[in-house]
């Protein structure tokens, strides 16, 4: 375990880089800033955070046994909640690979070649907690039966892995959980009494909480040993009450535990009735752990900013939905009854593939089908996209999307081109209020072409986002012509080819 040491240096806020791959210019593309005078290598501090570039890059490494660094862009609005400013630094960010931003990597010991990818939350509490794990001692070693009380009872939840072998394989792997789940403080502990004292035999890992079961215990299989992955999964969902209640606190723990489904119970907690509601809820949710969450969702406190994705209202409650969180599905149980068994005998249905999803809609719009670009919705899709007289080239889209309104005008005068086209067909659907079975969209914009003819055929558009590749693209049946090679080009006469990344490309989305 790597101590508190004299050469760890943790600067007075997190050591970051702030560099970018490119600034957006005035027509969208994104370009790589020169830079306006030579750098040296001295580090320079903003705030008490190192600015560093590709000059000083090594120095920093080698005069900073630890080095948190930030992968920064200044468009991006992640970025911009942890750092207020950035450095053009392509370089770099070539060199280790930086496709996304934020991005955040550990340098230890002045290697270079071999950074640790930050895993933890993106805020500073979540930052400080992940960097103390590193530096200092992953878990705390408890000795006798005095402070392991005291360790115990000091947070609502801890975790002690006792192993009779601190060198061994099983120890070795729980450090490493440790440094992932940071959230929780980690003990250690292999004296014979601390064994007997917790009712042991052989290694353990045991979760102490103040709260349900009140500890839950892992054995390590002798011949297996400890999976860290396996565990890292298993504490993550044991950590949470089996009922969780949506809040702004609790937010993070419901969606970062990673559990495949969600059952939902909104309720009203102003009505003592609607609240009798979650016994049977609580009581059915213990046969599903680790595969379902259940969670109670007050539609008059912080779960009212959620209603709008299920299309509901606070009248709508109370009542039940199961959300299948890898794509969003949404599953509804009927309202005749919240008893244990009836939520049981639905979850499990739901699990079995025997319950359809609930699909959501909005109604058409007045002239919905007589304006140049055609406004679907769930009820119109199907009948619109799949029929064998038409082709029809489709926008979903979600109204907040920066990319889906940069290409608005261009999609609407597609529109206008393809009006009176007796076979193509131009249209839009708001992806955010309209769902559709079998059909997951992962991102904004999308695009999908459905040809003329029978089979259910598909092509998704992923070119450039203007009206006259638009065109090229409807004009040649669903594909674009292929260009020309070109013509290579002598030294003297030569041109960059290499054409900048532009967020016309269907490359650059706004993610779910």
Known sequence: MQGWGTRLVWLLALTWLCLVLGVEGEDGEVVVEEEDEALSDELGEEDGVLVLHEHNFARALSEHGLLLVEFYAPW???CQRLAPDATAQGALASEFGITSYPTLKLFRDGNRTHPLAYTGRMDAEGIVRWMQRRA???????QDTDPAAAFISSQDLVVIGFFKDLQGQAAQAFYEVAGEVVD???GVAEAAELFQVYGLSADTVCLFKKFDEGRTDFPVDPAQGLDVAELTQ????????????FTNETSAQIFGAKIPHHMLLFLNKSSPVQLALQDGFRAAAGAFRGKVLFVVVDVTGHGAHVLPFFAMTPADAPTLRLVKMENNRKYRMDQDTFSEAAIRTFVQAVLDGKVKPHLLSAEPPEGWDTRPVKVLVGKTFEQVAFDETKNVFVKFYAPWCSHCQAMAAAWEELGERYKD????????LDATANELENFTINGFPTLHYFPAGPGRKMVEYKSTRDVETFSKFLENGGTLPEEPPAVPQTPENSTSSEEPSSLGTAESRDEL
């Open 184 to 186: 929780v403080p980690f």
């Open 234 to 245: 298993l504490l993550r969902v044991h950590s949470l009450e089996l009922v969780m209640e």
């Open 136 to 142: 200092g001692p992953r878990a705390t070693l408890l």
């Open 421 to 428: 086209h007796e076979n193509i067909i131009i249209a839009e």
């Open 76 to 78: 991006c609005g992640h």
